[in-house]
């Protein structure tokens, strides 16, 4: 792949706007034909051409390009939230009376649409822990029609065998939807191990800005067509031109910030396994992770998520460590820039679909690493980690 080219250069086509470096944002709701027949072209084929920015829109078109090429994917819609692009995949698999395979701890708002929407619908859908192939091959029904992976999770991290995963499902004619989120198509490639769909909420590593919320969808082009048609179009979860502007400036980064993060995590969480207060980090790269054979099989690298288990009495001991922490944002999402925490004793056991069956403990605490000094953050954890 040729990272750089695709984040500084593929879908920019200069000529065509005054040989301008940044690409213009085109932002205009509809685009006009000079003849009837021009007009009808439009119409069979919207995903193809410019009519109408709900459809198509050539700022958002640069985006899909390169999004679609770092998932080495034949084409990619972009939403305008993950959630919209996760939704979207789900829809279009499933009618009445099928079955969806989910894992167990998908992200919130994937259990809700799978869960509490489609099951409105017909729908039903079995959670699986999905640390095991075998556990997907048994929940399997004669309508099941979609496997819903998210691998690694964004808070406790399990991983999915992705091959193995697709595999199953190919050989059963069921399609597989992947959210890389975490990943970031620079250090895990679900197509390229058989996923049919890859989901990304753009919001994080992405755009990396703390400054859009995105999403994007990738695949075959017979599948993007459908969605595209389908619950894209009727849904009209699109990303506006300049947002989508930010976001093709915010990828033109991905790959350094990526760098930078994975270095960072690794010192933080060295520092942290070695700290008595901290039971137990949970991330793909930890030094106890039961799943290291498959992180070394499908992730080429970290990103930023760490999640600390506290050697906490109670939760206020929990808060006075989150209190206590100056370098870190305490808010939801992650993949930004800065350094965040997200504790889990923030979210009260009553705000489903926010905090998913089986409650996560109160003691976790997730970091979301950033691109500050190593160091800095290192001499936060170290003061905040005393007041426990
Ligand atoms: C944030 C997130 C989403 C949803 O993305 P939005 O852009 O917030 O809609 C989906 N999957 C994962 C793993 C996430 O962390």
Not at 73 to 97: H, K, P, Q, R, T
Request: contains cysteine.
């Amino acid at each position: 792949m040729d990272l750089s080219h695709i984040l500084n250069h593929l879908g920019e086509d200069r000529e065509r706007y005054f040989g301008a470096v940044a690409p213009p944002i085109v932002q205009s709701s509809i685009f006009a034909f000079p003849t009837v027949a021009a007009m009808r072209d439009g119409f069979r084929d919207e995903l193809g051409h410019h009519v109408y920015t709900r459809g198509n829109n050539p700022t958002v078109a640069i985006l899909r390009k390169k999004v679609a090429a770092l998932e080495g994917a034949e084409d990619c819609l972009m939403f305008g939230s993950g959630a919209a692009a996760v939704s979207a995949g789900a829809i279009a698999c499933v009618a009445g009376g099928d079955h969806v395979v989910c894992v167990a701890r998908p992200y919130s708002w994937t259990r809700a649409v799978l869960q509490d929407l489609l099951g409105r619908f017909g729908v039903t859908t079995s959670f699986v822990d999905g640390t095991d192939v075998a556990n997907f091959e048994s929940a399997l029904t004669d309508r099941t029609r979609l496997i819903v992976l998210e691998s690694p999770n964004s808070m406790t991290f399990e991983q999915q065998d992705l091959a193995a995963v697709a595999k199953l499902a190919t050989s059963r004619g069921i399609r597989t939807l992947c959210d890389n989120s975490w990943a970031t198509p620079l250090n895990q490639s679900p197509i390229a191990l058989g996923i049919d769909l890859v989901a990304h909420s753009a919001t994080k590593y992405l755009n990396g800005h703390s400054d859009v919320v995105a999403g994007a969808l990738c695949g075959r082009h017979e599948i993007i067509e459908e969605i595209f048609k389908g619950p894209f179009m009727t849904l009209g979860a699109l990303l506006a031109p300049h947002d989508a502007w930010l976001m093709i400036r915010g990828l033109r980064t991905l790959s350094i910030r990526m760098q930078r993060i994975a270095a960072t995590s690794a010192e933080v969480r060295a520092f942290l396994e070695a700290h008595p207060k901290v039971r137990k980090v949970y991330a793909p790269f930890a030094s106890d992770n039961p799943q290291v054979a498959l992180t070394a099989q499908q992730l080429r690298g970290s990103s930023g998520l760490l999640t600390l288990e506290l050697d906490a009495r109670d939760v206020a001991a929990v808060e006075r460590f989150c209190d206590g922490l100056k370098r870190f944002l305490m808010t939801v999402s992650w993949g930004g820039y800065e350094s965040l925490l997200f504790p889990v004793a923030a979210v009260h056991p009553a705000d489903a679909p926010l905090q998913p069956p089986g409650a996560l403990p109160l003691n976790l605490v997730r970091l979301s690493i950033g691109l500050e000094e190593p160091a800095v953050l290192i001499r936060d954890l170290e003061e905040a980690l005393a007041r426990l």
